[in-house]
């Protein structure tokens, strides 16, 4: 049985439906009877007006029809003035006519009845002709109904014609129905009152029982806020107050419950490290959402399936194997499939004691540690780099010392060729560290660079003037072209110039004499795209994808020969991704190098926001 139909089989509802069918027949009762009497009393009251407004009609064109000769145009000006008339009941779309002896029309208010022609009226020709009072009532091809009255215009028994009065009875039945909708509405508002009045009498009846029932149900539902309200001392009332009392006790005791179990949850929910619990039979039970990021699986599919199934790796099962036996395991994998990233995962296994003293369970704590190793191997790296960096140039410092001090500090030319090497060492040295300072720099101090739309194509124009000494002096070309209206960039002016600089810088160094460099500048969607590309000696395919990285030389012995510190192209990448844009580098051996910059043009709201600030 239904929610619904259990509603409506209850006490309550069947003494609201019995008030409302009461209520119903008797408002059906008194409304059929009143409108009954309201139809007679109005169908009554317009009969007597239309026999008194006819006789009316009859008394005043009596003394023009019974002059001799009959002053036929003041009967006639009487029905035209009497039509006119906002009393007149043939503003109602009646009419009124007047006839003679012999059924002649006279006059008519209506333009369908014509004068001098007969109006054979039952009422008229057997009734007011012959002296009688006749009405009718009739209902047109509209349907509206109407009622009719002729009256004979006589004197003294003389009968000199007849008036026949036709009225609308629409407004009648338009008052009726006016009423029958009031009786409508009051029905309605009746029955509604002693619905609710039913129902308020209805629940001093069933309401204790309905609020243990609700209580019960909101109990059930782990509501236990709410007290019920004893309203007296027999049964019930005692009920009532063991329901309160049994809901206080299992609220105190379930927010104990609860707290315990927030705490552990926002605990899980929010610790770095991931948190899994699996069973005895090796299923997962729990895992939090950092767990669900390190080993890339959604909760969902997790819970309940075999830990093998979201870490598949051996070492996993055998670590799962040894906690079930009793014992604290650790371990170690590799994760990522092909073109995925190598990622190294740690774990801690423990197991979770029964009161038996058996395994229940296991609860296996794991971190990703791909970054930690990264960083370590980054900065064993960085060590190793500058400790090589370093270690030539002071090795052939204290050499050319040691041969200064052994005696060559007494040939002149000898002293000043050494001495020159060492302080060409320094400065190798000296740029070294600046670059490296300002490497650092740059990763802090991103945030104050002075951005502002720059003109990138003019710029690159001022940067190739300066360098085209150098060049010419290697016999180079170096070309600066532009491809159509380039918008400006939102960028920092020294250090685009910087950039550009030692971009060329690298295409005049590695490109033999005779050869050519071409910086280009272009608009492409969003952004600006500059290039600059030599016919160079170019790189290895296999040294392209390290060449961005910090101390890395393609050719070692060919850089230092230069001068070059290791660090120009990875200087330019942090100047370029400074700025929000990419840059990339293609190469081919022996025929030269392209390498690709963007940077983002300026924004449609760049000047309201450079004034609001």
């Known amino acids: 049985m239904s929610r619904f139909t259990r509603r409506f089989h209850s006490i309550q509802w069947k003494l609201v439906l019995s008030l409302f069918l009461l209520a119903l027949a008797a408002m059906q009762l008194v409304g059929t009877f009143l409108l009954r009497s309201l139809e007679d009393y109005y169908l009554r009251q317009a009969r007597h007006d239309l026999q008194v407004t006819a006789g009316m009609a009859a008394s005043v064109v009596l003394h023009d029809l019974a002059d001799n000769p009959p002053n036929l145009e003041a009967v006639r000006d009487f029905v035209q003035t009497y039509a006119g008339d906002p009393e007149s009941p043939t503003r109602t779309g009646s ?9 002649v029309v006279l006059a008519a208010s209506s333009v369908d009845v014509q004068p001098n022609q007969r109006f054979p009226a039952p009422e008229v020709t057997d009734g007011a002709l012959q002296g009688v009072v006749r009405e009718r009532s009739y209902a047109d091809p509209r349907g509206r109904r109407h009622i009719t009255v002729a009256v004979p215009i006589s004197e003294r028994g003389q009968i000199y014609g007849a008036v026949y009065l036709d009225a609308s009875l629409e407004n009648v039945y338009a008052t009726l129905a006016d009423v029958r909708r009031i009786l ?53 009332g005692r009920l009532a107050a063991m329901f309160n009392h049994l809901s206080q006790r299992l609220k105190e005791t379930l927010a104990e419950i609860s707290a315990e179990k927030q705490r552990a949850e926002a605990i899980l929910t929010y610790m770095a490290d991931g948190i899994l619990a699996v069973d005895r039979h090796g299923l997962v039970t729990l895992i939090n959402p950092a767990a669900t990021r390190i080993l890339r699986v959604r909760a969902g599919d997790a819970l309940g399936r075999p830990l093998g199934a979201i870490w598949p790796d051996p070492k996993v099962a055998e670590a799962l194997a040894e906690s079930l036996a009793g014992e604290t395991a650790a371990v170690q994998t590799t994760a990522g499939g092909a073109g995925e990233t190598q990622r190294t995962l740690q774990g801690q296994l423990a197991p979770l004691k029964a009161e038996d003293g058996g395994v229940e369970g296991v609860v296996i704590v794991v971190r990703d540690v791909t970054e930690q190793e990264q960083i370590e191997l980054l900065r064993k790296e960085f060590v190793a780099n500058v400790s090589h960096e370093l270690k030539t140039p002071i090795t052939t410092i204290k050499s050319y010392v040691e041969t200064l001090i052994d005696g060559a500090l007494d040939d002149p030319a000898t002293a000043r060729s050494f001495l020159g090497t060492v302080v060409a060492e320094v400065d190798r040295m000296t740029r070294m560290i600046n670059d490296l300072l300002q490497l650092s720099r740059m990763e802090h101090e991103r945030r104050f660079w002075d951005r502002r739309p720059l003109d990138v194509a003019a710029l690159a124009e001022d940067v190739c003037q300066k360098l085209r000494r150098r060049t010419r002096r290697k016999n180079l070309r170096l070309a600066c072209e532009s491809e159509g209206e380039i918008p400006p960039a939102l960028a920092d002016r020294d250090k685009i110039e910087q950039l550009l600089t030692n971009l060329i810088t690298n295409a005049i160094d590695f490109t033999p004499e005779g050869g050519r460099i071409t910086v280009r500048t272009r608009a492409d969607g969003g952004d600006v795209v500059v290039s600059v590309s030599d016919t160079g000696v170019g790189i290895p395919p296999e040294d392209l994808p390290r060449v961005f990285e910090r101390f890395y ?29 990419t840059i990339r580098i293609e190469s081919e051996l022996g025929s030269g190098t392209t390498v690709w910059f963007t940077l983002p043009i300026v924004g449609e709201g760049y000047g309201r926001a450079g004034a609001a600030g």
């Not at 009419?95 to 059924?103: H, K, Y």
């Open 184 to 236: 409508m509405s009051a029905t309605l508002l009746a029955v509604a009152v002693l619905v609710v009045l039913g129902v308020l009498l209805a629940r001093t009846i069933t309401g204790p029982i309905h609020e243990l029932t609700r209580r019960a149900e909101e109990l059930a539902a782990g509501h236990f806020d709410r007290q019920i309200t004893v309203r007296s001392g027999d049964e019930v």
């Open 553 to 581: 030389r393609v050719d070692k012995a060919r850089s230092r020969e230069f001068g070059g510190t290791g660090l120009g192209l990875s200087i330019a990448k942090e100047i370029v991704e400074g700025h929000g844009g």
């Open 95 to 103: 009419q009124l006519v007047v006839v003679d002896r012999d059924d």
